[in-house]
């Protein structure tokens, strides 16, 4: 295990481990200002200010997902090669590095893991640039089980479950393009299928593209869902993220928008006490929700809680090589909806 020491100006109620940020009044991190490939785009090169530099991990080997005595909930992390765990019961207390994934970096494989997915039952999932992979935690390394290849019109950079009883009575594989548009992957054959859009900006009629992720969690029969999305226009995009929530009910086959609401952009909040909090944060390749937050795992390695019902944000720790390429959390997550915006 690997223990990573906060270095915030307060404590919070629940903490995440991360990479780094710019000054303060800066960006967190700053997506990239083209509509590029994500998988292409670099991690941060140097340490921001306050972060003497990058965090020391103990690896571990374990056999199989550790699991807190008190908690079923399994939350993950990852850089474009390597997985670690995260406690959300104490994320800002330690990690583990469970290992490399087994199927990323070689000959004809996919240059970078861009997303996972973990489903009620601690099963993960991954998404590269080219392939849907089943994986499984065998010792110090995550090995791919197979893979779903995609067609070479494909581009994925998000992935998630969709909870029992939404699109099917079986959980769902969703994946998400850099477009904004969302696609079922079959669960043996790795085949896609069109099930929805993130819709449209209302005040620039732009429509929301994907910055980042997508998490969606069962909440008891009531499925609620996030996603991190910007616009672009003329192939550069806003630097800030967005913070958008999702109509799970509606993702079906079809070109549907599954907007629910936009929650806000995610700058600093009112509430955020922590000095080195940059005022807006980017790039955030990797979300996962746990009760009434929003964890943001950015490109740049920057950890950002943010508040669900308005995208407020502050900055949890960072370090200088976190380069987070995704993150997921069980569907059953406990989760605290919103409350209906104003």
Avoid at 48 to 75: I, K, M, Q
Wanted: aromatic share 6%; proline share 7%; hydrophobic share 40%.
């Amino acid at each position: 295990m690997r223990s990573i020491s906060p270095r915030v100006a307060s404590a919070f109620l629940i903490a995440v481990f991360c990479g780094c940020s710019s000054q303060d009044g800066g960006e967190a991190s700053s997506p990239p200002s083209s509509a590029v490939d994500r998988e292409a785009s670099p991690p941060r090169a140097a340490p921001a200010p306050g972060n003497s530099g990058a965090p020391t991990f103990v690896p571990t080997a374990p056999t199989s997902p550790a699991r807190d005595a008190t908690s079923s909930v399994l939350l993950y992390a990852h850089t474009d090669t390597t997985l670690f765990q995260i406690d959300p019961e104490n994320i800002a207390g330690s990690i583990v590095k469970i290992g490399d994934f087994d199927c990323i970096g070689g000959r004809g494989e996919g240059h970078a893991m861009t997303d996972v997915a973990v489903s009620k039952d601690g099963k993960i999932y991954g998404i590269s640039g080219v392939a849907t992979y089943p994986l499984t935690i065998a010792r110090s390394r995550v090995h791919c089980d197979t893979v779903w290849p995609f067609p070479a019109s494909k581009q994925f950079v998000a992935l998630a479950m969709a909870p029992e009883n939404t699109l099917a009575a079986a959980e769902v594989l969703i994946a998400g393009n850099q477009d904004g548009e969302l696609f079922q992957i079959d669960a043996l054959t790795g085949a896609t299928q069109q099930v929805g859009t993130l819709g449209f900006d209302s005040e620039s009629g732009l429509p929301w593209r994907l910055s980042g992720d997508i998490v969606l969690l069962a909440n008891n029969g009531a499925p609620i869902g996030f996603a991190t999305v910007r616009t672009c226009e003329r192939n550069v995009c806003d630097r800030i993220d967005t913070l958008v929530e999702l109509n799970v009910r509606a993702i079906k086959r079809g070109r549907q928008s599954v907007l629910k609401t936009v929650r806000g952009q995610v700058r600093k909040g009112d509430w955020c006490t922590n000095r080195e909090s940059p005022s807006t944060f980017g790039s955030m390749f990797g979300i996962a929700a746990y009760n009434d937050k929003v964890y943001g795992f950015s490109r740049r390695g920057d950890v950002i809680e943010i508040r669900n019902e308005d995208g407020s944000g502050c900055l949890i720790e960072g370090h200088a090589d976190g380069a987070f390429a995704g993150a997921g959390v069980t569907t059953v997550a406990p989760v605290k909806a919103p409350p209906a915006p104003h």
